[in-house]
């Protein structure tokens, strides 16, 4: 079935600092995935839609500049946590679906710790 | 915002069916139910979607009332790796396919 990977499963940096999350879909293309925010023993936030070959689409409150996305390819989006803080700590989850396919697969999900 | 309601917690004897209740009242025509599970400290996973008809596969049973105001999924022979967080889900699988509102879900346990 359709695999959804995520890596890293979990990293620790320095606040201050930027780490990139990368999401690849393993079988299928996806010309949109989606990255999701969670909280602990929250629900999951989605935070935005990333376009393949264009611009991401930022769900309202999230700030665009602090969270890059790039989606260069039909398998690979990734996400940018700028300038970390500890508040940015959170398990970090992204989901694409096929281009022709009508459900969602979702990444292992990637825990970010900021120091 | 999710527009779905569903019980915050429910328990479950193992083997035994669990059946997990979601209303979306307010749910549109176009719009499918999707139910995902998350373990914890895991993404989440797909069980089952429908639209109208009653679903089945070899995880689950999704039954959706004829109004579609409501729907059940039910797992028929709970096992202890099904204690999980149920995330019913209404999308319309059109613009917005993919971009999934989570409400707080179910926390099912199954107990021995």
């Known amino acids: 079935g359709a695999v959804v990977s995520q890596h890293p499963s979990w990293v620790i940096c320095k606040s201050g600092t930027s780490v990139k999350i990368e999401c690849r879909s393993l079988?299928?293309?996806?010309?949109?995935m989606f990255w999701y925010r969670q909280f602990p023993k929250q629900s999951l936030m989605l935070m935005a839609t990333?376009?393949?070959?264009?611009?991401?689409?930022?769900e309202q409150g999230v700030e665009k500049d602090k969270f890059l996305i790039n989606h260069a390819s039909l398998t690979l989006s990734t996400l940018t946590v700028t300038s970390a803080h500890p508040e940015d700590s959170s398990f970090y989850i992204c989901?694409?679906?096929?281009?022709?396919?009508?459900?969602?697969?979702f990444g292992e999900g990637s825990w970010l710790t900021v120091v | 915002d999710a527009k779905t309601t569903q019980p915050t917690s429910m328990d479950c004897a193992e083997g035994r069916a669990a059946n997990l209740p979601c209303n979306h009242s307010?749910?549109?025509?176009?719009?499918?139910v999707y139910w995902y599970r998350q373990i914890h400290s895991q993404g989440p996973q797909y069980i089952i979607h429908?639209?109208?008809n009653n679903e089945t596969n070899e995880m689950a049973s999704l039954i959706i009332t004829e109004d579609r105001k409501s729907s059940t999924l039910i797992l028929p022979h709970a096992t202890l790796r099904d204690t999980a967080v149920y995330y019913c889900?209404?999308?319309?699988?059109?613009?917005?396919?993919?971009?999934?509102?989570f409400g707080r879900g179910t926390q099912l346990t199954v107990w021995p």
């Open positions: 307010t749910i549109s025509g176009n719009e499918y």
């Open positions: 079988d299928f293309q996806a010309t949109t």
């Open positions: 429908g639209l109208k």
């Open positions: 989901s694409a679906s096929a281009s022709s396919g009508n459900t969602i697969y």
């Open positions: 990333s376009n393949e070959g264009s611009k991401a689409t930022y």
């Open positions: 889900i209404v999308n319309d699988r059109g613009s917005t396919l993919g971009r999934l509102y």
